[in-house]
């Protein structure tokens, strides 16, 4: 089970509650559990409603003895709190385990008194643990748990040609499919939770293309759309021309989406990568200011940067490539700051299919949250609620004595409205989150009577 939400986290409209976010850490898990003989369902929670779709399980699944619960965002935790209350109650002899390690950390006791009713829970990955997980007598004996002695997971496996089975999903052909293509990243930007977790070598093209290949069996469908998941892609030009020939020989038309930081990618790599179905990137710049962009520690030389970022943004331009350009508002932001990156992105607006802005959230608890929302602090920041980070795993913030949490919410808004249309926002989203099959007409007759004010694109 992914733990689903109980309202969006941004703006709160029925596109928004249509997103489907494939949990592919979970669904590599279920993965494992399937081709090892075991008797696999994988289901998102979505935004169904947890007490339902926990009657639903309790009563119709009687074969079901354990479930594996993934935290995929702390915004999960109120739906996941309901979800395991209530198949407690209907079910108390299922064991209910818990992970998702951005979320859990290597904090049981929070995640027990959060989560009432969990009978494990698991830190860091868990590929080269999971087929021990399932069992309960072997608890005792597993590293990486609540129940250890040696609470620091140090599971590091991870295995880049493992197959996906996406039919242990009931409504798969709703999902496009993503595969995993590397791990971590180690850059140190401040904000980030795997700054300081190493890259991984990225995955080979040819068992990428393996993996697509096996993905248009099940989906009969040789016009998929992929998400290449990383948190960092970071393709060199050699890499980029083996994947190219892989995909050229494969002779199939998918197309594909990837993220990556603007100060890494190199123009001929995405020239090659145009032809080979690159078709969207989500750029983390974050920034146009040099002052924020010093302070997150997105990169030490802020001139470099922004002139990768420019290049960056016309290769894809010329190129056939769309950039979601994403914007994170920092602490310490100020109007000066704020314009910066609005003439920065409205100077490469040609360039720009979309932009996705929102304020800096504090994720997480304890001595290391506590010496971060000091960092801020020293920047001008504060939270909105002292006590949120205990509470509920998250603090929202509040980014300068001038920009509180709610105004920086609605610059966000204004910010991404003002480059981006219903549209450009469909089509975007539509690539890899819509449900496969939703079309631009479901998509304006659904939004026929929102409030477009609230709303991250402009009505055409």
């Known amino acids: 089970m992914s733990a689903g939400l109980l309202h969006p986290k941004k703006t709160d409209h029925p596109a928004a509650r249509l997103h489907r976010y494939l949990n592919y850490g979970l669904l590599t898990l279920a993965s494992i559990l399937k081709q090892n003989g075991f008797s696999t369902r994988l289901i998102h929670g979505q935004f169904r409603d947890p007490s339902i779709l926990a009657k639903n399980i309790g009563e119709e699944e009687k074969s079901s003895n354990i479930i594996l619960l993934s935290l995929p965002s702390n915004y999960a935790m109120s739906w996941a709190r309901e979800f395991v209350i209530c198949i407690k109650r209907i079910r108390p002899e299922i064991r209910v385990v818990v992970g998702g390690r951005w979320v859990v950390k290597e904090d049981g006791h929070w995640i027990r008194k959060q989560l009432p009713g969990t009978d494990l829970v698991v830190y860091g990955t868990a590929d080269a643990r999971i087929l021990d997980i399932v069992h309960p007598a072997m608890w005792p004996m597993l590293h990486g748990t609540d129940r250890s002695f040696e609470a620091q997971s140090t599971d590091t496996l991870w295995n880049p040609d493992q197959e996906l089975n996406y039919d242990v999903m009931d409504d798969f052909h709703e999902y496009h499919p993503s595969l995993e293509v590397s791990r971590g990243c180690g850059k140190g930007c401040s904000f980030c939770e795997e700054k300081n977790v190493p890259l991984s070598r990225l995955r080979k093209a040819e068992s990428i293309m393996t993996s697509v290949r096996r ?56 020239e090659i990568l145009g032809k080979a179905g690159l078709r969207v990137i989500d750029l983390g710049l974050e920034s146009a200011s040099p002052r924020q962009l010093l302070s997150m520690k997105k990169t030490a030389n802020p001139a470099s940067y922004l002139a990768n970022a420019s290049k960056v943004l016309q290769a894809c331009r010329d190129n056939g490539i769309w950039a979601k350009v994403n914007v994170l508002l920092y602490a310490g932001e100020n109007q000066e700051t704020m314009d910066e990156t609005i003439e920065w992105l409205d100077f490469h607006r040609d360039c720009i299919k979309g932009v996705s802005a929102g304020p800096v959230v504090v994720y997480g608890r304890g001595e290391g949250t506590s010496l971060y929302l000091q960092e801020l602090a020293a920047l001008g920041a504060s939270p909105v609620n002292p006590e ?16 509180d949490h709610e105004s920086a919410n609605q610059r966000a808004i204004d910010i991404a409205k003002s480059f981006m249309t219903d549209r450009d926002y469909y089509e975007l989203k539509a690539f890899t989150y819509l449900p496969r099959g939703y079309s631009f007409s479901d998509f304006q007759r659904d939004g026929e009577y929102i409030d477009v004010s609230l709303l991250p694109f402009s009505m055409t």
Request: proline share 8%; aromatic share 16%; charged share 20%.
């Open 215 to 270: 993905a248009v069996e099940l989906y009969e469908d040789p016009h998929l759309r992929f998400y290449f998941e990383a948190s960092w892609f970071a393709p060199d030009p050699h890499w980029a021309a083996s994947f190219a020939r892989s995909y050229e020989a494969s002779g199939l038309p998918i197309t594909w989406r990837c993220e990556t930081r603007v100060d890494v990618v190199q123009p001929a790599t995405l």
């Open 388 to 403: 949120a980070a205990d509470k509920e795993g998250y603090s929202l913030m509040n980014l300068s004595p001038t920009i």
